[in-house]
């Protein structure tokens, strides 16, 4: 099988972001502040490009969290 990479089609950017529906939760812990999970709203990830907000078209099988 081959892997697939990943790029932006409008730019070749590698980075994405979350749509809204998506968010990181933190806690403070001995002066410090811990990531401790993202939750999402809404079941379907969707990924936009972080430098032009193009929509990234993936298939799920490829995320690892």
């Known amino acids: 099988m081959k892997n697939q990479t990943y790029s ?17 939760i933190f806690k403070s812990k001995n002066g410090k502040i811990i990531f401790e ?3 999402t709203v809404d079941e379907k990830v969707n990924l936009f490009c972080r ?8 298939n799920e099988d490829d995320i690892v969290l």
């Open 37 to 39: 999970k993202s939750e």
């Open 8 to 24: 932006c089609s409008n730019c070749g950017c590698d980075e994405f972001v979350t749509n809204p529906f998506r968010y990181d």
């Open 51 to 58: 430098d032009c907000s193009e929509k990234i078209h993936f």
